[in-house]
């Protein structure tokens, strides 16, 4: 399997939001948005979930992808 680098360009959250995101925010099939909490700053993209609570950034990202910092 190809290990990507992470731009922050917030596609992955614009286009279908994480587990997290989804039942947090409500989100289903049928009512698709880009994520709440998916912040810009600046030219890039940040999860305001993910710097709230490290137990969803140690899922997300604590497994082989790359840090958002």
Do not use: V
């Amino acid at each position: 399997m190809k290990k990507w680098k992470c731009k922050r360009c917030g596609r992955c959250c614009k286009d279908i939001p994480c587990l997290f995101a989804q039942i947090k925010f409500n989100i289903t099939e049928d009512n698709i948005k880009p994520c709440p909490s998916l912040s810009k700053q600046g030219s890039r993209y940040t999860c305001l979930e993910m710097k709230q609570e490290s137990s969803i950034f140690r899922q997300m990202l604590g497994y082989g992808c790359d840090s958002i910092t």
